[in-house]
Structure formats: C-alpha cells, structure tokens
C-alpha cells in the first residue's frame, strides 16, 4: 500500500472517528452514552447467527470476511479481524457485500437483446452458454491463422486474434487455470485478468 493510500486512510478514519466522537459526545452531553446500546445492537444482529469465514469476491486484495447467516439467511457480512491482509476492515465496496445477497435489483436471469432489437429477451443459461460457445467457435474459426508468410519462408503462427479474452477478480485459481488452457488451446493470444472491474 502507498504511503498517500495509507494517509488518506488515516484521514478517513480519523475523520469518521471525530464525527461519531462528535455526535457522541453531543448525546453524552445530555446525558444519553449511546455506546453501550450500539455495541448491544450489534451483538443482538448476530446473536443466533452462524459464523462462515469467507473471501470478498470483488477484487484481488482478496480480504477475508466473516458471513452470519441464520436459518441459511445472511443477516451480516463483515471483514475478519484475523486475517493479516485486511485486520477486519473492509473497502466501501467490500463492505457493501451484504447487498449482493440481498438486493432487489440484482438481475438473477439471463437477458439477452438481439442486433438492432429494442427489447430484452429472458434466454434460459443452456440458451446463453450455447450462444457463447457457437460464436466463440465461429469467430475462432473465421479468424485462425496457421501461418505467416515471413522472409525466411513459411512460419508457423497457429493463432486467432479476433477474440480476446478478460477474466475478472472474481474467478479463483483454479478457474483461471481452466480457462488459460481453454483460451490457449483456440489459439489466443490476446489473454488478460484484471483486479478490480
Ligand atoms: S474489494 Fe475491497 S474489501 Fe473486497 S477484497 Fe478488494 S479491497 Fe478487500
């Protein structure tokens, strides 16, 4: 981590400190230390709950996190104090993993909007993997070059440049494995993974 990111984290947690402190003290004023009744509410949130270490899925920092879930229903997810790379803290996106679970806006189908069409299309996952799977060979196939005239003669090249391929932080080691062997073996070159769309 740099040295800007580490001060503006210190910053930020200064800052986020002096503003609880702030409102805190203001309620302390008048008598009301709302401490107690916060540190209550949280252990209540996850009194019956099941604990799960975890990963975060977003990125390759790779911060480890604990799931309560109650009744198979996640009620809180939280960073890990134990883990060495994030001591329990989590980034706001890390942080807002909750909402994957539970938010109402997640598209949980396939939708797929056909050239020129104004509407989505809801395609089954067998409908979509097939697609990708047709188009993916069609283009490899249009696209692959056995070989390159050079000076020297003929050379072998035994590749395709009309896809390229992106993994995302997301997929583990194995997965990326899988997949490099997958891609390699049509003949790509164009093969890259990223942390942190
Ligand atoms: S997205 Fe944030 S919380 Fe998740 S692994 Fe990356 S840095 Fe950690």
Redesign the pocket.
């Given at each position: 981590m740099s040295d800007v990111a580490l001060s503006r984290r210190a910053l930020l947690k200064r800052s986020a400190g002096a503003a609880a402190g702030t409102a805190l003290g203001g309620l302390m004023a008048f008598g009301a230390d709302l401490r107690p009744a916060q540190a209550r509410a949280q252990e209540l949130r996850i009194k019956e709950a099941r604990a799960f270490p975890s990963?975060?899925?977003?990125?390759?920092?790779?911060?480890d996190?604990i799931v309560h879930a109650i009744d198979g229903q996640i009620v809180n997810v939280e960073?890990d104090p134990r883990s060495p790379?994030?001591q329990g803290?989590?980034?706001?996106?890390?942080?807002a993993?909750f909402q994957l679970h539970v938010n109402p806006n997640r598209v949980q189908e396939v939708l797929h909007r056909g050239p020129g069409a104004t509407e989505w299309e809801v395609w089954s996952l067998d409908q979509a993997m097939d697609r990708v799977a047709e188009l993916t060979k069609k283009t490899r196939d249009e696209t692959f070059v056995e070989t390159f005239e050079s000076a020297d003669g003929p050379k072998t090249l035994n590749h395709s440049l009309g896809i390229f391929s992106l993994g995302g932080?997301t997929m583990d080691n194995e997965w990326n494995h899988i997949h490099q062997k997958l891609m390699r073996g049509l003949g790509l070159v164009a093969i890259e993974n990223q942390?942190?769309i």
């Open positions: 990963v975060c899925p977003y990125c390759a920092v790779g911060c996190t960073g790379i994030n803290t989590l980034c706001p996106k890390g942080a993993i932080a942390a942190r």
